[in-house]
Nanobody, 117 residues
Framework: QVQLVESGGGLVQAGGSLRLSCAAS????????MGWYRQAPGKQRELVAG???????NYADSVKGRFTISRDNAKNTVTLQMNSLKPEDTAVYYCYADVGLLSHRFWGQGTQVTVSS
């Protein structure tokens, strides 16, 4: 059984910062990629940032230069540092982890990020 627990969402003013964290409880399997998606009301879920086990990261164009993803392989955690937040960053943010040889994807429960103008 794999569980992902997210923390760090909340309400912030435009231009502010938030830090999201996700901890994966995994036994007997390796975690490959980890990362974050987000879903705003009425919109499709979109990739925000992902990071491989070797710490190679990729970002959505809309967050490049503002968000930074990192991970701690020993602790099975992934963190998203979000700076210069904009109202359009408002969404529910979901952590994911690709686990095992087949990279089965598991999801966190989501955490709300609201950026006020």
């Amino acid at each position: 059984q794999v569980q992902l627990v997210e923390s760090g969402g909340g309400l912030v003013q435009a231009g502010g910062s938030l830090r999201l964290s996700c901890a994966a409880s995994v036994t007997s399997f390796s975690i490959n990629a980890m990362g974050w998606y987000r879903q705003a009301p009425g919109k499709q879920r979109e990739l925000v940032a992902g990071i491989t086990s070797g710490s190679s990261a990729n970002y959505a164009d809309s967050v490049k230069g503002r968000f930074t993803i990192s991970r701690d392989n020993a602790k099975n955690t992934v963190t998203l540092q979000m700076n210069s937040l904009k109202p359009e960053d408002t969404a529910v943010y979901y952590c994911y982890a690709d686990v095992g040889l087949l990279s089965h994807r598991f999801w966190g429960q989501g955490t709300q990020v609201t950026v006020s103008s």
